[in-house]
């Protein structure tokens, strides 16, 4: 993603210099826009899952297995019901895909502002969300 971003700032900078110009405005609505660019959900979701499965709470305490399918399912699940209001496509996998993903936000969290492995598995045993 960051290459193609890349390329697509060097050919607006390509643009803004040529006799094809437009009002910098454009050019400062467009840089916004691509500043949004990112990964899908579900992929960003997967990357986080494998990141933290050594120190996930839930996936040696659990009899539910987490994969990329699953991901997908509850990303698409999520986004109609935040999108569109429809719940019909909530399942009993979705719901603990969900839910497992709930310990990986805390997880992350915790990575994120600065606690190791090792303390985030210390407090998570601590709370008794794993043992």
Not at 63 to 76: G, H, M, N, R, T
Not at 95 to 103: E, P, R, S, Y
Not at 105 to 123: A, K, M, N, V
Request: glycine share 4%; hydrophobic share 35%; with cysteine.
């Amino acid at each position: 993603m960051d290459e193609l971003i890349k390329q697509v700032k060097k050919t607006i900078k390509e643009h803004k210099n040529s006799k094809f110009r437009m009002d910098e405005k454009m050019y400062g609505s467009i840089y916004t826009s691509i500043s949004h660019w990112g990964l899908p959900l579900s992929e960003r979701l997967w990357n986080s899952w494998l990141k933290h499965t050594e120190i996930h709470p839930l996936t040696s305490k659990i009899s539910y297995e987490i994969d990329y399918e699953k991901i997908v399912a509850f990303c698409k699940a999520r986004n109609a019901i935040t999108h569109r209001g429809e719940n019909d496509n909530f399942d009993e996998d979705i719901a603990k895909t969900a839910f497992v993903l709930m310990g990986l936000t805390y997880c992350y969290t915790l990575s994120r502002i600065g606690f190791t492995t090792d303390e985030i598995t210390d407090i998570m045993k601590k709370t008794k969300i794993i043992y």
